[in-house]
DNA sequence: CTGAAAGCGCTTACAG
DNA sequence: CTGAAAGCGCTTACAG
């Protein structure tokens, strides 16, 4: 009997029922583990459904608890470290606990822009949503209060919701310091972004923090020293040759990213400077080649966030706790020090 | 009306029946455009739809049509370059023709181990999968079969499923003969992998084709310098800095991934060696790092493959075409000339 | 061209 | 402790 519902078609709860000789709903309530149940039956319904090879069907279940198990992740993009590490993290945080992800790779073909986040995306779709570093527009934000779907967000924040992340201005502030302690005065930055991304916090909060930091110790940032950069490695080693061919070079840069800094120690090796004799470097983020660059750092950790976020959102989901703005967890980071960073030379 | 449904709860196909003054089944035939309906009943309920925000819930017409319109994307594990860029790559091209992806991540917190794909996380959940680099043990090959998914394999085939890949055997050896047109007699391989997981084929591929090239040029491959990895940037790291601390070098080393090249750049870097004075080196992938690192490879268009594979699995999904073993696309592949590799140097 | 009704496979009060 | 029945919100023959 068994073999044949196993080799014919997946068995649903009416044949477990009829098997074990008790009704659906005495399935529903035994598979499910509520209270209300003999162990005698439970037993019986436990042996025939494993029997039977039964799992329910997560669409029937939906419709009828109005619960999907699932969660929507949305990303502005996939390919940077960043973010594949922190949707590898979510997913088997939720993965443990019985939900799965839904991923949204809100990335536009047409470059520089990305897609809306719309309701037949969500509606009915997911029991709650993450969003990564997605800073969203007035429309997104009516969108999902109407769907009313909790929300966490990671790394920039969204009105009214929680909020996991680095503190951003501490990074920064923890990477020039580390310069500034090594006795380095001349330091360049990497990492600002043009005007029409004002949007994004990140890259802004880092640039003010690098600045309040020179000026707290006493150093200027020159205007000149400070570089701007899309935030890939390619326009860091873009913009970094450009600065260190120049007579006038700075003993030190910080890069707001460990991704741009990939592209400043390449800059460097290039115009045959060496690191860290003619030049330190230190990035932000510890990614996952950064040990085998020897790239000074200042680690966030990842995987952390992805667990925070993922956890929060299933207190709400599973023991209806309530979601909003008073809940702020910042996740510490770390000066990590390699080889990309020493005492400048005397001159 | 209109406002009263938006602003209390998102509405069923219920509401637009009535408010229409037609029948849902009637809705439901105009809304997904099917034949038998009026122009005027059409627009009608079309312009209804719209005032009451209307999107079907996607749970309801699982349950009624048997279909999720959702693909379930199963990666060995998310961080490496390779498989946040196909996943990105499959998103997009599936979400073009309204389907998505559910994602899972098999890599385990146990090193070395993965998860097994398990009935309740493919059953009546998706309506495919596409697997990535993944070798699949003879249970689960049993449970797609039981679950009667359609099925498309990335990178490492699947018994009886269509496969998307690169010629392994042809990207290793447009690698190793640039080297050996460019002069390079002495050269070293990196990505021999352990026995123990002698059940992915890309790296015994690709090693075996090293190796025949070499014959076939009449070099020799010195067992002493082909070089274990687990194909991380670290590994390599680690092997590479060994073999070029002897005195007998290679004058070049190829990498089977960029990854790899990545670590045998740094170890030139640290033990003074210059690319590509010194030492040659090149890769296979072209990684969205490779350019900045001035790397020579061979490129493989991920993005492709990624599309490929969801036309095909749509294929399948909404035309009903058949998707067997014979089915198998080969992306080409060719060499990314760059400033690691050169002529080597007379001695 | 349109509607009434059954059905998809569960869960959830409500009785008993 | 257990069952009968309604309901979740759609789709799909079947009539007309």
Do not use: C
């Not at 929300?151 to 920064?172: C, F």
């Not at 020179?214 to 890939?232: F, P, V």
């Not at 790239?295 to 993922?310: I, N, P, S």
Request: net charge negative; proline share 4%; charged share 25%.
């Amino acid at each position: 009997m068994a073999e044949q519902a196993r080799s014919t078609r997946m068995s649903t709860i009416t044949d477990v029922a009829r098997e074990a000789g008790v009704s659906v709903a005495t399935v529903s309530r035994a598979l499910r583990g509520l209270d209300r149940v003999s162990a005698d039956t439970r037993e019986r319904v436990l042996k025939v459904a494993q029997e039977l090879d039964y799992v329910a069907s997560p669409t029937a279940t939906s419709l009828a608890s109005g619960r999907t198990q699932v969660v929507g992740v949305v990303a502005p993009f996939l390919t940077r470290w960043f973010f594949a590490s922190i949707v590898s993290a979510i997913e088997k945080s939720l993965r443990a606990r019985s939900h799965h992800v839904l991923l949204f790779d809100l990335e536009d073909d047409s470059y520089d822009s990305r897609l809306s986040l719309s309701q037949n995306m969500l509606w009915k779709r997911v029991d709650g949503v993450i969003t990564l570093n997605l800073p969203l527009d007035p429309d997104e934000v009516d969108l999902l209060d109407r769907l009313n779907l909790p929300v966490v967000a990671i790394g920039t924040p969204i009105v009214g919701r929680p909020l996991v992340a680095i503190d951003d201005a501490v990074a920064m502030r923890q990477a020039t310091e580390h310069l500034i302690d090594l006795g380095h005065q001349r330091i360049a930055y990497v990492g600002a972004v043009p005007d029409n991304v004002a949007h994004v916090l990140t890259p802004q909060t880092r640039l003010e923090s690098f600045r309040a930091t020179m000026r707290e110790h006493g150093l200027q940032d020159q205007q000149r020293w400070i570089l701007a950069s899309d935030w890939t490695a390619d326009s860091a080693l873009e913009h970094a040759t450009e600065l260190l061919s120049s007579n006038d070079r700075p003993s030190a840069i910080v890069a707001a990213s460990d991704e741009m800094a990939f592209g400043v120690l390449r800059a460097a090796a290039v115009l045959g400077l060496s690191v860290p004799d003619d030049l330190s470097v230190i990035g932000i983020d510890d990614h996952s080649l950064s040990a085998v660059m020897g790239l000074t750092t200042v680690r966030q950790d990842v995987q952390q966030q992805g667990v925070v976020a993922g956890e929060l959102l299933l207190e709400a989901l599973l023991e209806g706790r309530d979601l909003d703005e008073s809940q702020q967890v910042h996740v510490p980071t770390e000066v990590v020090m390699r080889t990309s960073t020493s005492a400048p030379r005397r001159s």
